[in-house]
């Protein structure tokens, strides 16, 4: 149930400890608690799926990023959970309009799959292995997500996945999620240090 949480909470420490370890760095970075709930509505006809919505979400984020920039220069929302990018976008471009330096950076590998298929499965094989119920998994769609989204944004994920996976996590392993994870923190460190946010708030 907080897959996306742990993976992007790994991915934010790691970035942290890192930046840390940089001499010419002048800020010293931490890691806050995670927000461990989002805007997964897509995911809503499966049992054990929260979701707050977009609007929730977007004034969440927007009264954290008040509160965190009292004190702190700079702030990084790093997200885990595509759900998330409107919320994320509309929040960060406000954040930053009142002249706030937010930001947030994506968790995303080229060639991963989706959703609960053997990228994530495989880093929390790394992360989290007694978590995972080997015993109980399933391969599901494996269509590249291009060709699932429009499916997906009549019906969510159960118009493509009668078991709501999105790839195929048989596969996975705890190697191959050292090795994701590791991919995905530097991917984020990058996007940190270059500090270059899109319009939408997306450090590039």
Wanted: proline share 5%.
């Amino acid at each position: 149930m907080d897959t996306d949480t742990r993976i992007a909470t790994a991915v934010a420490r790691g970035v942290t400890a890192r930046l840390n370890q940089a001499p010419q760095d002048p800020l010293h970075w931490t890691t806050a608690p995670a927000i461990a709930y989002g805007d997964s509505g897509e995911h809503q006809s499966f049992p054990g799926t929260i979701s707050i919505g977009t609007d929730a979400l977007t004034a969440l984020l927007v009264e954290f990023g008040r509160s965190a920039t009292c004190w702190a220069q700079r702030l990084v929302f790093v997200n885990g959970h595509g759900g998330n990018v409107a919320a994320l976008s509309r929040a960060v471009r406000l954040l930053r309009s009142e002249g706030r330096d937010a930001a947030w950076s994506p968790c995303a590998v080229a060639d991963g799959d989706a959703h609960a298929g053997h990228t994530e499965t495989s880093v929390l094989l790394h992360i989290s292995p007694a978590d995972v119920l080997t015993d109980r998994w399933r391969a599901g769609n494996d269509a590249p997500l291009s060709d699932l989204m429009p499916s997906m944004r009549r019906g969510g994920v159960a118009a493509v996945s009668e078991v709501g996976v999105l790839g195929d996590p048989t596969t996975a392993t705890a190697a191959d999620g050292e090795r994701i994870l590791a991919e995905l923190i530097g991917d984020c460190l990058r996007r940190v240090r270059q500090w270059a946010p899109a319009t939408n708030g997306m450090l590039i």
